[in-house]
């Protein structure tokens, strides 16, 4: 295992092959691992040096040839700036010369992946290769911020009272919020009706305050209950999702 960061790598995809699209991504996800999809190799060297410890994985079957990706990446490995990144290569091409020269010669850290048609099998391909190098470090969940516009609400019900808040952060596990009212509920309180409305995609989820922070305009950290169905745990990973890319999109412009 490697020596990766507390809460674990960001993990890119350069020209994600047909089976690394957004089935894939939310399955990653899942299981704890940030992942964005990248579409653009001409602004991945600067985007790099924001995230020297990342894993970056290069498409080789689209866009530039197989001597232009070998120097593409060499280009990278050369950056003493990029030298903590993890590079890996994937294809649907199983050639043992190409292989031989990514994993002995170029020495790639995540080395030369072969993928399968199948997104299951692919998906347990790139599952073992991240948990080898124990990507995720010691995060269990992904967390995002919930500070776009439209912001992400929600209303509880307790007591027969509605209660309206925003979200400032979510992940499978739980979210912090604000309620608009001056209300502090205490830690330990079980809400049975938590209504999130994030991007127009409602969920209905029950949890229980497990920390209050603050006095001004109290933090809220509420728990969801563990018996929370499929259905709303890939809503919230779709919602992970569109945020993890629109943070990446509005970052990639940002590069002249």
């Excluded at 596990?173 to 209504?195: L, R, W």
Aim: hydrophobic share 40%; aromatic share 10%; with cysteine.
């Amino acid at each position: 295992m490697e020596d990766n960061p507390l809460y674990g790598r960001k993990i890119f995809f350069l020209y994600p092959p047909s089976v690394v699209q957004e089935e894939m991504v939310i399955n990653l996800l899942r299981e704890g691992y940030e992942v964005y999809l990248l579409r653009d190799h001409e602004k991945c060297i600067p985007l790099l040096k924001e995230y020297p410890d990342s894993v970056f994985f290069v498409n080789l079957d689209q866009v530039l040839s197989e001597i232009q990706w070998q120097n593409f990446i060499c280009r990278i490995i050369d950056n003493p700036l990029l030298k903590d990144v993890k590079l890996g290569v994937l294809t649907y091409n199983q050639d043992p010369v190409l292989e031989k020269r990514f994993t002995e010669i170029i020495k790639l850290p995540y080395g030369y992946i072969v993928l399968k048609i199948s997104t299951k099998q692919s998906l347990e391909i790139i599952l073992k290769v991240l948990e080898m190098h124990g990507t995720r470090g010691r995060r269990k969940y992904v967390r995002v911020k919930c500070d776009e516009d439209p912001p992400a609400t929600f209303y509880v019900k307790i007591r027969e009272e509605i209660i309206t808040g925003r979200v400032l952060d979510i992940s499978i596990a739980g979210m912090a919020c604000v309620f608009d009212s001056k209300i502090v509920i205490p830690a330990g309180t079980a809400i049975e009706e938590i209504h999130i409305n994030l991007h127009q995609v409602v969920v209905r989820i029950s949890g229980t305050v497990f920390v209050v922070r603050g006095d001004v305009k109290p933090v809220h950290v509420i728990l969801f209950n563990k018996d929370i169905n499929e259905l709303t745990v890939d809503k919230i990973l779709t919602y992970i999702h569109f945020n993890l890319q629109h943070f990446l999109e509005k970052k990639l412009e940002s590069f002249k």
